[in-house]
Nanobody, 126 residues
């Protein structure tokens, strides 16, 4: 049984920074793609960043490139999202998610992810 628990959300002013953490338990390893998604009010959930350590690959949605950094430590069972230069449009509930890398689909296709955390709220004020 895999469990994901996010933490680190909060309220910041535009231009500020936050670091989200996702701790997992259960059988996740380098063969799992892990990602951060977010969902703003009245909007669909979107992929923010993904990481596959087996391939040494990271993925970002265009709007966060250069501002957000995803990282992961499989030995510590931890996933992080460093968010800098935050903007009001970054506001939303952030979720970490995981799926086996062999599952077909793009990194940001939330319908293909098996495991999800409960989410953590990020609010950026202007």
């Amino acid at each position: 049984q895999v469990q994901l628990v996010e933490s680190g959300g909060g309220s910041v002013q535009a231009g500020g920074s936050l670091k989200l953490s996702c701790a997992w338990s259960g059988d996740l390893n380098q063969r799992h793609l892990m990602a951060w998604f977010r969902q703003a009010p009245r909007q669909e959930r979107e992929g923010v960043a993904g990481i596959l350590t087996l391939a040494g690959t990271t993925f970002y949605v265009g709007s966060v490139k250069g501002r957000f950094t995803i990282s992961r430590d499989n030995a510590q069972n931890m996933l992080w999202l460093q968010m800098n230069d935050l903007k009001p449009e970054d506001t939303g509930v952030y979720y970490c998610a995981a799926r086996p890398s062999v599952v077909p689909g793009t990194w940001d296709d939330d319908s293909t992810f098996t495991y999800w955390g409960q989410g953590t709220q990020v609010t950026v004020s202007s």
